[in-house]
């Protein structure tokens, strides 16, 4: 898979192709190396890399969001 196939995918499924080069036991800059993307690439696409996992992850949060919003108004005031 060549860099533009590469960010024509979902973010679900770059970070999926990245993660196996990880799988194959290459570094997170090996397996970007292989696709030709850079981490600028993956930031702007929203897949990054998480070093408690030790694999390329996809933000699941699109757009505004508001974690911090209480809709049940049980939360301390």
């Known amino acids: 898979m060549n860099r533009e196939e590469f960010m024509a995918l979902e973010s ?3 970070a999926e192709e990245l993660n196996v080069f990880i799988e194959a036991g290459m570094s997170q800059k090996e397996a970007m190396a292989q696709i ?3 981490l600028k ?12 996992e030790g694999r390329f992850v996809a933000n699941a949060v699109g757009g505004f969001s508001n974690f911090h919003s209480d809709t049940t108004a049980e939360a301390a005031k």
């Open 12 to 14: 679900p499924k770059k």
């Open 36 to 38: 030709g993307v850079s």
């Open 41 to 52: 690439d993956l930031m702007v696409a929203q897949v990054f890399f998480s070093k408690g």
